[in-house]
């Protein structure tokens, strides 16, 4: 049932156990989405509040799909224009199937639905206890949530009754290639990695592409990685032992040349040329499984990473686990989201573009 409620019209509220206000409308002639703004290193973070469909999918995975065949015009109205823009990602939670998760969530961008989201985790981290779906302990608020990857269990740093800090240990992550030759149209033959951390990456330096990372512009360092991303996509066939729906290739981080024991810059683009102003949590993630992996890299150790806005994320290895992988382990991944904004988008229904539309990238797509 689409949820719709005409503003000028009250409304009857009740908040469900997983912290999404339900309305139930007197009046269905206005579409009214409420949402939080929160942003993690400068990535946003568009949680739905109130508005969305109920999702009857018994597991997360089963969700994932019923929102993307049944419901997918929610996404587009929360991520792309007029109230979205190109680099939106949105969370919608949801009811858990696992039993040790407080809530559920789905991972919304540009193209579709991820698997998993660092940024977007940590972000609601500090969410889930602001809400009051936990108690509130200090100093370390600890709880799991479920994303379509996995269980994720977050400690948050608690000062004072608010939240200044939140990590999360990652569901298993693994090299699934490494020294993989790739013909790339433009560029030859380029050596890259391909890890796990949630979610499926190529990984390798931007030099490999005779690029200098931080000289190059942002388009050229894009153009690099999404035409790697195309041709893995269509040549190599990714798979994930525990799920289908997780063996697809996400995209591509480029990363610096910076040697181990140092911090480390990258960029990561993901979806369909999507660009992560973060330094992507799941990308961390399998950074620091590929590094473990080639024996870089040891248990408990912990690197710095940095995206397009500067700010940081930490990535510790928790150490190896039994998995159906080699080499596959945990990581723990840290950072600190900041709330942007709120309210309730409305959508006409005489509105042409209130479901929400991509800009064009020349008016002949319009006209046609």
Known sequence: MLLAINPCKASRKRTTSFGIRQEKATDMTITR?????????????RLVTSGYPTLSGASILDKRRQAKTDYDHFRQAMNFEPRGHSGMYGVIPVAPSHLEAVIGVLF????????????????????????????????????????PCGLLRLACQVEKGEVTHVTFESV???????????????????????????AFYCILPASRFGLDFFTTSTDDLVA????????????????????????FLYGTILTDDAPITDESWNLCVFAERQIDRSPTGSGVTARMAL???KGLITPGTTRLFRGISGEPFSGTVRGPIEF????A?????GGQGYYAGEGHFLI?????????????????EVRN
């Open 291 to 293: 590094d473990h992996a």
């Open 108 to 147: 919304t961008h540009h193209e579709g639905y991820s698997t998993m989201c660092g940024h977007a985790t940590i972000a609601i981290g500090r969410w889930v206890v602001d809400q009051g779906l936990v108690p509130k302990t200090e100093p370390v608020t600890r709880f799991a949530i479920e994303a």
């Open 172 to 198: 298993a992550a693994f090299p699934f290639a490494r020294d993989l030759a790739v013909d790339v149209p433009g560029f030859g033959r380029i050596v890259t990695d391909i890890a796990y951390g949630g």
């Open 33 to 45: 989405l409420g949402y939080t703004d929160m942003h993690t290193a400068g990535e946003p973070v």
């Open 348 to 364: 006409e229904p005489t509105d042409p573009l209130g479901w929400g539309f991509n800009l064009a990238k020349r008016f002949g």
């Open 324 to 327: 159906p992988v080699t080499d």
């Open 329 to 333: 382990v945990t990581i723990e991944v």
């Open 224 to 247: 690099a990685a999404g035409a790697l991303t195309d041709r893995v996509r269509a040549s190599i066939t990714l798979d994930h032992p525990e799920a289908a729906d997780l063996g």
